[in-house]
């Protein structure tokens, strides 16, 4: 039997990826955040998971306001990374596993949980950069991926309740999965910050915390939240953070922090990382 | 539940990307989005005003779009990742369009980013906003 093993979540700041695949991680800017993440890919590659489920969102690449799908799912063999406007990142192509991803489809389909299923999907830094800071710079990714896409652009994203129920389902259909695999949840995006108008580089870092502190602890707060209090205390793109929740969810209620990490700035974002152990 | 709109158009410098500004900016963004493509990036670099013909955008939006005034873009249904990709176009970064909607220079911005940010206080409700 499939099962659940560990939950990640990660910021997933484009310019993070720039500064990868640039060579500029040993910069003073940019040297402090790389270092957190170094007991993240150690933890990544003693773990070696034989999937990764990530959740992110798309950031108008796959997807466009021509079609908005609330939660989809990449059911193909392999993602190419999408050209964002300067060209796609010289990353591997991303590996996809279409028999659990098709499994995960309908069970979450008959559970209710109504997802979009995608068979051609090219994938932005949105799924790009938590695979890069979880596992550095290798020839091929180590293990498959299943992309879950979150809109969290068009408002209104799906609420953190909702997302918090949709880890749960996936966690259900992941056991009932007959082949013997290590699953690995990635929530992404966050943490706090705001990208657009006169309160652009807005940062909470005290709202931050709690809500480190809280997804192991105390989930049952952070569910409740309204979509007000993210863009109110953690800017417009905090909202982002309901995708950690899907992660939380996917875990069992007494899992228990093994590492977290927060810094500022990673350009106009507080870049946090926290590893639970389900 | 829907919330209050007003609620959120309470937050200061916040332009929540709902259905009235989709709806507005709706080909703006999709001007925007057409970018993602190297040769459409190309015909717009070759003749910006005409590339912007393709498209049934009002005056306003396609002034905002000419002088890159990246706030006011906002302000006619832009959203961010969407005009990103005409600062991506540029050669400009989120960060430098953050700092111009902000009306900071880019060092600036930079400096206030290291500092740990725009601090929250102060910036949760217009109505409560002290100068």
């Known amino acids: ?278 | 539940m829907l919330q209050d709109k007003a609620e959120f158009e309470d937050i200061p410098g916040t332009y929540l990307f709902n259905s009235d500004r989709s709806r507005e900016g709706y080909h703006l963004n999709m001007f925007c989005m057409s970018l993602s493509k190297s040769e459409n990036r190309k015909a717009f670099r070759a003749d910006e005003a005409r590339y912007l013909d393709r498209f049934p955008l009002t005056e306003e939006q396609r002034r905002t779009i000419l002088e890159r005034d990246w706030l006011g873009m906002i302000k006619v249904g832009g959203n961010i990742y969407y005009t990103s990709k005409l600062g991506a176009t540029d050669g400009k970064s989120f960060q430098y369009i953050a700092g111009k909607m902000s009306g900071m220079t880019g060092e600036e911005y930079l400096a206030m980013m290291v500092g740990g940010g725009r601090s929250i206080e102060n910036n949760r409700s217009k109505s409560e906003q002290v100068d």
């Open chain 1, 1 to 278: 039997m499939a099962r659940i093993i560990a939950g990640v979540a990660t910021s997933h700041v484009p310019a993070i990826g720039a500064a990868i695949d640039l060579g500029k991680t040993e910069e003073d800017y940019w040297k402090p955040l790389f270092a957190g993440y170094e007991p993240s890919k150690k933890w990544m590659a003693e773990t070696d998971p034989d999937v990764v489920i990530l959740v992110y969102n798309d950031h108008a690449n796959a997807f466009s306001l021509e079609i908005i799908p609330t939660f989809a799912i990449g059911v193909a063999d392999s993602f190419p990374p999408a050209d964002e406007g300067w060209g796609p990142r010289k990353v591997p192509v991303v590996q996809g596993h279409p028999e659990l991803a098709w499994h995960l489809s309908e069970s979450l389909i008959l559970e209710e949980f109504d997802m979009t299923v995608v068979n051609e999907m090219p994938v932005d830094h949105g799924l790009t950069v938590p695979l890069s800071l979880m596992c550095g710079e290798p020839e091929e990714w180590p293990c498959p991926v299943i992309p879950i896409c979150v809109n969290v652009i068009q408002y209104p994203p799906p609420t953190g309740n909702r997302c918090y129920e949709l880890g749960r389902a996936i966690r259900r259909a992941v056991e009932s999965f007959e082949p013997d695999l290590n699953v690995v949840v990635f929530g992404t995006g966050g943490m706090s910050h705001q990208l657009h108008g006169e309160r652009a580089g807005l940062i909470n870092r005290e709202w931050d915390q709690r809500f480190l502190d809280d997804l192991t602890a105390n989930p049952e707060r952070l569910r409740k939240l309204p979509h007000i209090e993210y863009v109110r205390e953690a800017g417009s793109e905090g909202i982002e953070m309901v995708m950690w929740l899907v992660m939380r969810g996917a875990l069992s209620e007494n899992a228990r922090e093994v590492y977290r990490f927060n810094h500022v700035p990673g350009s106009n974002t507080s870049v946090g990382n926290i590893i639970i152990e389900d």
